[in-house]
T-cell receptor
Framework: KNEVEQSPQNLTAQEGEFITINCSYS?????LHWLQQHPGGGIVSLFM???GKKKHGRLIATINIQEKHSSLHITASHPRDSAVYIC?????????????FGKGTRLHILP | EPEVTQTPSHQVTQMGQEVILRCVPI?????FYWYRQILGQKVEFLVS????????KSEIFDDQFSVERPDGSNFTLKIRSTKLEDSAMYFC?????????????FGPGTRLLVL
């Protein structure tokens, strides 16, 4: 069983649509990351959350620690938002954290 | 804006050869990480490094792998005798603090192909 599950795996939407990507996890965490991986492979960190909600521009990330669930929302989506969005959780180990990645959600925004 | 850099961007090697992947973390960061992503698969944690020693490592990080911070700026990943299954994109990351309190900054990756 995967410790980090994302849904959907693939999402195609029209420009302007409101996008939601979900992440559920089964381990105890110290924080959760949302990352964006561009078609060329580069990874950009979007958010790090340990509680509540964060907003950056058109991106909003929420986390519910009790339900072990996080969502990433994109408002007024644009073709340049097309990328793979990865949820990753930090789980405490002995001296540092181990980070466990989800398989990613491939988002394609059509003009 | 400061960024993590990695060299080379691509490397092709023969099975059994040693490779060294290089990373220059953000200069005031103290925690360093290596990850890999096999083509079409999810990103996987390899190792974290702090205070000149390994903090945590995954099951993937076996005796064939080693990390080093040979000077004040570089952070390297060595694979002693590469196998075909080591072909992947390798990402370096750094953060100012560990223990989940600060975001990590990723490098652009090194694409390793083992023939």
């Amino acid at each position: 069983k995967n410790e980090v599950e994302q849904s959907p795996q693939n999402l195609t939407a029209q420009e302007g649509e409101f996008i939601t990507i979900n992440c559920s996890y089964s381990v105890g965490i110290s924080a959760l990351h949302w990352l964006q991986q561009h078609p060329g492979g580069g990874i950009v960190s979007l958010f790090m959350l340990s509680s509540g909600k964060k907003k950056h521009g058109r991106l909003i990330a929420t986390i519910n620690i009790q339900e072990k669930h996080s969502s990433l929302h994109i408002t007024a989506s644009h073709p340049r938002d097309s990328a793979v969005y990865i949820c990753a959780v930090r789980t405490p180990m002995n001296r540092d954290d181990k980070i466990i990645f989800g398989k990613g959600t491939r988002l394609h925004i059509l003009p | 804006e400061p960024e993590v850099t990695q060299t080379p961007s691509h490397q092709v090697t023969q099975m059994g050869q040693e490779v060294i992947l290089r990373c220059v973390p953000i200069s005031n960061h103290l925690y360093f990480y290596w990850y890999r992503q096999i083509l079409g698969q999810k990103v996987e944690f390899l190792v974290s490094f702090y205070n000149n020693e390994i903090s945590e490592k995954s099951e993937i990080f076996d005796d064939q792998f080693s990390v080093e911070r040979p000077d004040g700026s570089n952070f390297t990943l060595k694979i002693r005798s590469t196998k075909l299954e080591d072909s992947a994109m390798y990402f370096c990351a750094s953060s100012g603090r560990g223990l989940g309190v600060e975001t990590q900054y990723f490098g652009p990756g090194t694409r390793l192909l083992v023939l």
